[in-house]
């Protein structure tokens, strides 16, 4: 994915990219993207009306009937056709439909306002028609589509319910638009440039320390915490042993002096 052309929305679908939650994966990690990037999918020719005024409707209450679903959509404009996806077999709906209006402004109208409305109890998702928009399309039964769930470790990016996330860019060009993610910037860098008040100790870019300070500072600041209260606890139990090996050594030297 280009860093210029990058989008939140596919506009293309790559199921590769689509398998990924910033579409920067190079490798396919379940089999339904390896299924999906094997197939030869073409789109159904026996499908009617114009794709840009055709809105599709999911998450459907499974009593919601073509009534219901066209008293709800006709609020968003004329209606012209509508289709409801019933079982072949059982024909129960299988909680997705199709509708077209009149004019494409109502279609639009409905993509915005209708998403995440509630119809029959369900809250309905609301999205135009992917299959005949969106270039080298795979549908969800041959391991595409945007759908997935968690349970089965099958998520699908770049739609509108789950759009994709921006990349971090690690040490990118400063004319990218991306934050160049610094070590400096980081709190642990932060925890590591901590200066005392006395002055004995300086940032690991510049100051006085020696080896076994910068060592301590390293290992302090890759454990966490409040480097600073750390520091001073460190330094108040130096500060008590030195006393009493110097009142120790004060206490010889007064033996040897009788």
Not at 123 to 128: C, K, L, N, P, Q
Request: proline share 3%; glycine share 10%; net charge positive.
């Amino acid at each position: 994915m280009a860093e210029d052309l990058w989008s939140p929305i596919a506009h293309v679908y790559d199921p590769l990219m689509a398998g990924s939650i910033d579409g920067t994966d190079d490798v396919a990690h379940d089999h339904g993207i390896v299924r999906a990037l094997s197939c030869k999918y073409k789109t159904n020719k026996q499908v009617a009306g114009d794709p840009s005024r055709t809105i599709f409707a999911s998450r459907l209450n499974p009593k919601t009937d073509e009534n219901s679903l066209r008293k709800c959509f006709s609020e968003y404009g004329q209606i012209k056709q509508l289709r409801l996806v019933r079982d072949i077999v059982t024909g129960f709906t299988r909680g997705y439909g199709f509708i077209e209006y009149e004019e494409e402004y109502s279609a639009r109208k409905a993509f915005v306002q209708a998403n995440k409305s509630l119809l029959d109890g369900s809250e309905i998702f609301v999205d135009f028609e992917r299959e005949r928009i969106l270039k080298n399309w795979v549908p969800r039964r041959l391991g595409g589509g945007f759908g997935g769930n968690k349970e089965s470790g099958q998520l699908r990016f770049g739609g509108r319910d789950r759009p994709f996330k921006k990349p971090i860019i690690v040490n990118s060009d400063s004319n990218s638009g991306y934050k160049k993610w610094d070590y400096k910037d980081s709190s642990h860098q932060k925890n590591r440039d901590f200066q005392h008040k006395d002055g004995r100790f300086g940032s690991e870019r510049g100051g006085n320390y020696s080896r076994s300070d910068s060592r301590e500072f390293r290992d302090r600041g890759d454990r966490g915490g409040n480097s600073e209260r750390s520091y001073r606890s460190r330094e108040r139990g130096r500060e008590s042993l030195e006393s009493k090996y110097r009142d120790r050594g004060y206490r010889n030297e007064e033996r040897r002096n009788r």
